[in-house]
């Protein structure tokens, strides 16, 4: 048999086991493209990357969120306030958009977010504005209304200075010092918030991970965190606006205990676990 008819069998009877297929360290050229570089289009990463990269959809829910953002914002200008106003925004895949770092990761084909190659990639500033947000910042500023940026990342004694790049490059207003928290050792954002309440009526929360909004999202059941969910509904779109992210967040967390799992074949199984959870049974 042909070499590689006999790697596509392989492969095939690898899935059909409902064994992991590997990973082909590199399939550039055409004269390999055999079943082990077919492998590296199993990818569980490649729905959720192509959706972010190519879908008019997701900008056009950024486009949504915003514009929410600007309606409640016109609505707590026009409501009595005894402090100043405030807006409360995460940084990643809620203003900055990661789309180079998730395209090269697929392309190197890795299934799971790799934080060393986020840490390499943080400092290049490949990174773009995520539709209609420097526009709503814009308008928060032309209304006095400031804007503190809350983030968690952690590329060492460089996160903040990173950070602040990133606001700068992309002309965010309020980039900053005084408005720019970095959390490098934990996720837990309610120090900034609480600190910011007490001198400002704070209009709006804008985030990707319902932790941006309530600590309570910090947890790693998932029924629990939907109930969570449920309890706030009336809020998201009035006090929290909720910009879409498919690849990473604490939803990730409930699934695999951790934020930011390891590419293992258990790992994979929890992954196929949580896709199916309510799957139907074809009866
Ligand atoms: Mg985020």
Known sequence: MHERNLNRRRLLATVLAGGVV??????????????????????????????????????????????VARMQLDTALATPHGKPLAVIADMDDTILHAASYWGHLVSMNRDFFDDAIWDAWIPKNLVTAVP???????????????????????????SFELALGHLQHLAFPYADPQHLTVFRDSSDKSPARDKLAASHDIALLIGDNLNDYK???????????????????????????????????????AIFGESEPAPTEENRRKLKAAATRNAWDGR
Request: with cysteine.
């Open 132 to 158: 209609g947000s420097i526009e709503f910042f814009r308008y928060c500023e032309a209304n006095r209304v400031e804007t503190f940026y809350v983030t968690s990342r952690d590329q060492g004694e460089r």
């Open 22 to 67: 590997p990973f082909a360290p590199g399939c550039s050229e055409a004269s390999e493209r055999d079943a082990e570089c077919d492998a590296d289009l199993q990818n569980a990463l490649l729905w959720a990357v192509a959706w972010k990269q190519s879908a008019a959809e997701y900008g056009a829910l950024c486009y949504q969120a915003y514009n």
């Open 215 to 253: 600590r309570d999202y910090y947890v790693t059941d998932i029924d629990q965190r939907m109930a969570l969910m449920e309890r706030d509904r009336d809020d998201f779109g009035r006090k929290f606006i909720v910009l879409p992210n498919p690849t990473d967040g604490h939803w990730v967390r």
